[in-house]
């Protein structure tokens, strides 16, 4: 059951492509991992929508995935809806629709006026959960994030609730990046505030994947879109976008499972406001997908791939896009699937870009 705790900053407790081609660079002292680009393609788009973006993928077990991201006319348009498409035999299928407009409002009583982000979730008893953001009235501020619930590998979904989440007429909350695994058998969403200061947050589901507290992450109030990594049942650590001046990677550092936070030194990574993911990969490497900028070039033009040890200490292993100045190449999705690494990103806002790296592990950290 969550609660309220009313505080200045709205702060919640306990008590409730198509890029060009990656070019491979060697790691050094010591090699944990050795990235190998192995193909690059286009999810296939549903007829007739020109626009499309914010990918996430969720594994569905026996090598199989499923990738949902929205595609419409525009962003906020009003023919916006969120697509699927299953990975099985290595090939992606064709896409067919999830949510709209018309079938939240539907199931949720009153009027939704967009469609934003989705994330997914496959809790341990095989249910996709897919967490979408719809507003009524206004803009992203006027947010909201649904869950829908499927236990058919995502051929239909169910409305299973409106997360409780702000006291502000439960808006101004979204969501951007994958949940994570919890010490309990739960899983970790993140979420992040945005009306007049922006902030991170997570939200923690219990094993029967019923919502059990929330915490505030740090505080900062330019960050969000926060990309959570559990370093251990009690170490967890958060990367953000930044939307300050400071224009660096946002870091968060949490030593009791992500009940409590504390900001740490942003990082040495350019972030001009744009999505960053992040994933600890089965031999403890920690990979970290983000927008470089280099002069000349502009905020989303190149998706670069790092590697640490130590969640600070950043090693560029390979640019997985690099386009033209201006060309977008950006949310980023990080899978793993036994040795194989995959990667969604929205690319160029046309479709959703799909890239799998090989991967040989050559110690455990």
Known sequence: MLAVVASEW?????????GTSPALLE??????VRLTARSSSLIPMPPNVPSAHASAMAPLGGGKMIVFWWAGSRESGPDVKVYASRWAGGKWGQPWEVASRDSLGAALGFGVRRIGNPVAWTSADGQVNLFVVATGLGGWAAARVVQLASSDDGDSFAVKRVLPMSPLFNTSVLVRTNPVSLANGGWGLPLYFEIGIKYPMMLAFDRNGDPDWVTRI????????????????????????????????????????GLSWSDMPSLDLPNHSTSLSAIRLSNGSILLLHNHVVPGG????MLRLSIAKDARNWKHVMDVAHGKHGEEF????????????????????????????????REIL
């Open 330 to 361: 950006s949310y980023p999705a990080l899978q793993q699937i036994g040795n194989e690494l995959h990667i969604t990103f929205t690319s160029r806002r046309e479709a959703i870009a799909h890239h799998i790296l090989d991967l040989e592990f």
């Open 298 to 301: 502009s905020s989303r033009n």
């Open 218 to 257: 740090g505080n900062r109030t330019t960050a969000l879109q926060p990309t959570i990594v559990p370093f251990s049942d009690s170490e967890v650590h958060a990367w953000m976008r930044d939307a300050s001046d400071e224009q660096r990677v946002q870091h968060a550092h949490s030593r009791d499972g």
């Open 27 to 32: 790691l050094v002292e010591p090699p944990s």
């Open 10 to 18: 709205m702060r919640w407790s306990r008590d409730v492509e198509h």
